[in-house]
C-alpha cells in the first residue's frame, strides 16, 4: 500500500495521531493538508508550526498559549495552537527538533489531551489530530538521546513514509498541474503542460523535491509569458544521466547527454527528438505539442543532426 493510499485509510480515523517521514522538500505538509482534507474535519481549522524554525520560548507560547502577566511583554492572554485547532489538525513540522524542554509537555499532551497555558493553572481540554513530519528517522535522532522515547511511540501511532519525488514519477504530472493551477489564479487564460513538457519533468531528478518542482512551475508560467501552454524551453531543467521518458508508442525514448554536459539548446533540441519520436515523425503534430513552428522543428532536426557526434551512443 502506498503513501496516497496510506493516507486515505488513516483521514477517516479523525483523532489518530500520524507521523509522517520524508526527505526535505518531498511535500510532508501538502500531504497532512491532504490528509485533513479528506477528513470528517475538512471544514474545521488546520494549524501549521515549524518546530524548527522557532525559539523554544515562543514555540511553547504558540503552542499552548499563554496567560495575561506570564512573562514580559505577555499583555494579553494568548490562546495557543492546540486550542484554536479545535475539532481539526495541527501539524508539528520537523518534530525532531523539538526542544528538550518542551518534549514532556507535548507528551502529556499526547496521552490526556489536556494542556496548560505559559503562567495558568487550569487544564484545557483539546480535541484535534496532531500530525508531526520529520525529514530525519526519529529513531536515529532518540538513540543520540536529543528525542524521548516514549514520545517517539506517543508519535508513532499511524507512521507514513513519503517518498521522494524522483521515486514518484506518476504523481509528478499531477503535483505539478497543482501548481500551475495555483499559479492561475486570478489569470482568466487557461494553461496546460505540453506532454513533452510532462516527460522532461518525469525525467529530471528532483534533488529539491516538491519545493523545487513548484519553483519550476512558477518559473514556467513567468517565462511563458501567457503562452496557454507551458514546454520544456519554460521549465529549464535538466534530465538525469540515462533517464528514460515513457512513451505510450515505442515503450520508451533515450534521453541522450552530450559529453560535454546539457545546455539549454541541448534540451530544446532532446525535446524535438522526444516529441517527433512520440508523434511518428509528424512534424505538424510536434510543433503544436510544443507549441512552437514546423520551421523551428526543422531547424532543431538540422541542429541535432549536426551535434550527433557529441552524443554518447
Request: hydrophobic share 45%.
Amino acid at each position: 500500500m502506498d503513501a496516497v493510499d496510506l493516507g486515505r485509510r488513516v483521514a477517516a480515523a479523525r483523532r489518530t495521531t500520524v507521523l509522517l517521514i520524508g526527505e526535505t522538500g518531498t511535500g510532508k505538509e501538502l500531504f497532512a493538508r491532504g490528509i485533513h482534507a479528506c477528513s470528517a474535519a475538512a471544514l474545521e481549522p488546520f494549524m501549521a508550526v515549524n518546530c524548527g524554525a522557532t525559539p523554544g520560548s515562543l514555540l511553547e507560547s504558540d503552542l499552548f498559549g499563554h496567560e495575561k502577566g506570564a512573562f514580559p511583554g505577555a499583555n494579553t492572554r494568548k490562546l495557543g495552537l492546540f486550542e484554536t485547532a479545535a475539532g481539526g489538525t495541527i501539524f508539528l513540522d520537523e518534530i525532531h527538533h523539538l526542544p528538550q524542554t518542551l518534549q514532556p509537555k507535548l507528551l502529556r499532551a499526547l496521552e490526556s489531551r489536556l494542556v496548560r497555558r505559559v503562567g495558568g493553572v487550569e487544564e484545557i481540554a483539546i480535541d484535534c489530530r496532531i500530525i508531526a513530519a520529520s525529514s530525519t528517522a526519529l529513531e536515529k535522532v532518540v538513540a543520540t538521546g536529543e528525542f524521548r522515547e516514549d514520545l517517539f511511540y506517543r508519535l508513532n501511532v499511524f507512521s507514513i513514509s513519503i517518498p521522494p519525488l524522483r521515486d514518484r514519477l506518476d504523481d509528478i504530472a499531477v503535483v505539478a498541474s497543482h501548481f500551475l493551477s495555483r499559479e492561475a489564479q486570478g489569470d482568466q487564460s487557461s494553461r496546460e503542460f505540453s506532454e513533452a513538457a510532462i516527460a522532461a519533468m518525469r525525467a529530471h531528478n528532483w534533488p529539491g523535491n516538491v519545493q523545487e518542482l513548484k519553483n519550476v512551475v512558477e518559473r514556467a508560467v513567468i517565462l511563458a509569458a501567457g503562452a496557454p501552454v507551458i514546454t520544456p524551453e519554460h521549465l529549464m531543467i535538466q534530465r538525469r544521466p540515462g533517464a528514460r521518458v515513457d512513451s505510450a508508442d515505442d515503450g520508451g525514448a533515450d534521453i541522450r547527454i552530450p559529453k560535454q554536459g546539457i545546455s539549454l539548446a541541448h534540451i530544446e533540441r532532446e525535446a524535438v527528438r522526444i516529441t517527433l519520436q512520440m508523434t511518428g515523425g509528424n512534424q505538424a503534430a510536434a510543433a503544436r505539442l510544443l507549441g512552437i513552428s514546423r520551421p523551428t522543428i526543422a531547424k532543431k532536426m538540422h541542429e541535432s543532426t549536426a551535434m550527433a557526434k557529441g552524443f554518447e551512443k
